[in-house]
Each structure stands twice: as structure tokens, then as C-alpha cells.
């Protein structure tokens, strides 16, 4: 079960490792979407170092709608295509931007964020919606972020109802 408190850790494949863990436990169980994607951010929110914002768009339509998060108040609608999270929900990839004001047509929802990760969430091939992270960091980030945060998002599919 989550400990409530980040874990100290010295690298990212010890982070990720450790949230694997506590998502897993978090969500075992429960089926339910919204509750899940609820813990879901809650947990990466606070276990992560310098985020500013953790949270899920859901697709509805031909756009993604704001579902839970942790952070500031975001943009509730975001169409297919535009902006990071529409552009890796569209093409349905993960997509991690050093810098948002380099991304063409970046969606500011914050102007702290200067970062951004988003994990497309798809089941059998069809998008569901995408987990976006941002931080006040350039570069925040990389490689080993993506690959974490899309295993952290395909626990969070198993998670759910068929």
C-alpha cells in the first residue's frame, strides 16, 4: 500500500521500480476508472521529484477531457492532435518534450510547466486517453521517465474492467 511518503531512492530504476510496486498494491482490486486514475495521479504526484502537475485526459469524442489530477487547474478540453497530449494521443505514442515552448503548438494550461511527459493509454488498439506529467524544470524528463511512466500507465490499464 502507498506510504504516503516519497521514497529516497538514488536513481530512476529505483523510483520506477518502487512505483511499480505501490501502484500495483494501490490498485489491486479496485476496477473502477475514475478512482484508479484518482490514486493513479495521486500517488506519482507525490512520490515523484519536481512535478507540477500529474494527471489523465480521457478521450470523449474526438477530444481529450480532463480527468483526475493533482496539480493546478488544468485545460478541461484538449482536441485529438493538438497540443502534446493530443499529438500522443493522435499518434498514440509517448512523447517526452525538454522544452513545451519548443513544441509547436503547445496548449499551455500552466505557464510554470516547462516540461512535459504524456503515455498514451490504450486498450486492444484503441486510445483511452493519456497520463500527462509536467514540470517547472527544462529537461526534466527523459528516456528512462518514458519507459516508466508507460509501464505505471499499462499497470493502471490491468487495473481496469474490461
Known sequence: MFSGTAPILTNKSELY???RAQLTSLLKGEPDAIANAANTAALLYHSMPDVNWVGFYFLKGSD???GPFQGRPACVRIPLGKGVC???GERRVSIV???VNAFPGHIA????SLS???APLARRGSLVGVLD???PLLGR???ADRAGCESLAQIYMESLKE
Request: charged content about 30%; overall charge negative; glycine content about 4%.
Open 116 to 118: 512535459e511527459l504524456v
Open 133 to 135: 506529467l509536467d514540470s
Open 97 to 99: 518534450v525538454p522544452d
Open 86 to 88: 493530443g499529438t500522443a
Open 141 to 143: 524528463f527523459d528516456e
Open 64 to 66: 481529450l477531457v480532463l
Open 17 to 19: 521500480q518502487e512505483l
Open 109 to 112: 494550461c500552466d505557464s510554470a
